[in-house]
């Protein structure tokens, strides 16, 4: 087990989709569409998978169901023949304690990394050193690598500042960051400043091409979940060099993406269902759109499905 982790520790470039959960009508996890999806995603040629990020409803999940899930999809992996693909798990807690024991309970079940936001929910006696503290002690325990998530809107406004990112970043088991905020100035400062391994990505399919451009390598984008190919063709022709082709593939994503920004994982979950003929309801009390959402993920998702369709 060693070796493997320490074979996974540097992330490729490219696109990760942070999957969606998926229930059946009993409210129980449904395995067959969770292998079904992530084999899906692998054979469109992402670089990796991340469960029980805000995608995957990670706060409606138990302990043990958490586990399932890495489990699950692992095995799907593995038996598709995607041995070496990185499996990333959302590991965040509001007390270090249980973010490390989150870490280890992941390691078990197969991810060979870990994702974590920083605790917010007593932010206002939470201050830098604190935070900083909380990932060093996380990192220091965890038996597989942590990437930091810096998700404001899941963080009751908390966005960790670039200086804050780099500070984290020094610790040897700190491998990468999500930038969820949008920032791009950040992104590049990052990645100037931070050692040449550490993995550095946008939160979102509408930046893809400018994460790339100042340096960063790759995208956790959640739209990823419908049009895989598409992002990964972002990056593939940004690499080439065709930068007005990229362009024109990145405004379509990001037309999409502002529909999935506006309906939230429920969105994507149902246009799932819709174009793919899977993805199921939330869990309670959240639901899926309906009525004039509904209309708007239809047409919205409209030419950037005709895109992915015409990549396969």
Not at 261 to 284: C, S
Request: net charge negative; aromatic share 6%; charged share 20%.
């Amino acid at each position: 087990m060693t070796e493997f982790l320490e074979s996974t520790r540097s992330l490729p470039d490219g696109v990760y989709v942070p999957t969606v959960a998926f229930f059946k009508a009993n409210d129980d996890i449904d395995l067959e569409a969770t292998q079904r999806h992530a084999i899906h995603l692998a054979e469109a040629g992402v670089s990796g998978l991340v469960v029980h990020g805000s995608n995957g409803e990670a706060v409606h999940l138990s302990r043990d169901e958490r586990s399932l899930v890495i489990k699950t999809t692992r095995a799907a992996l593995d038996q598709s023949d995607h041995h070496l693909m990185p499996l990333i798990a959302g590991c965040g807690a509001q007390s270090t304690r249980e973010t490390i024991q989150l870490c280890r309970d992941a390691a078990s079940a197969g991810a060979s990394h870990a994702i974590i936001l920083p605790p917010a929910y007593y932010g206002g006696i939470l201050n830098t050193s604190k935070i900083v503290q909380h990932f060093y002690d996380v990192a220091d325990a965890s038996p597989i690598p942590v990437l930091i998530y810096n998700y404001p809107g899941a963080c009751s406004g908390l966005d960790l500042s670039s200086d804050t990112i780099l500070q984290i970043a020094k610790h040897s088991n700190v491998h990468g960051v999500k930038l969820t905020c949008g920032n791009t100035g950040k992104l590049a400062r990052i990645v100037d400043g931070a050692k040449p391994s550490f993995f550095v990505a946008g939160g979102s399919a509408d930046f893809i091409l400018q994460g790339l451009v100042v340096g960063g390598h790759g995208t956790i984008a959640g739209t990823a979940n419908l049009v895989p190919r598409a992002c990964v063709r972002i990056c593939e022709l940004f690499q080439a060099g065709e930068l007005k082709e990229a362009r024109r593939l990145q405004a379509i994503v990001a037309k999409a993406d502002w529909i999935a920004i506006q309906t939230g994982f429920a969105g994507v979950k149902a246009a799932l269902q819709h174009l793919e003929g899977y993805g199921g309801e939330p869990r309670k009390p959240c639901g899926l759109p309906s009525g004039e959402q509904m209309d708007m993920i239809t047409n919205g998702f409209e030419e950037v499905m005709a895109l992915e369709r015409s990549l396969v």
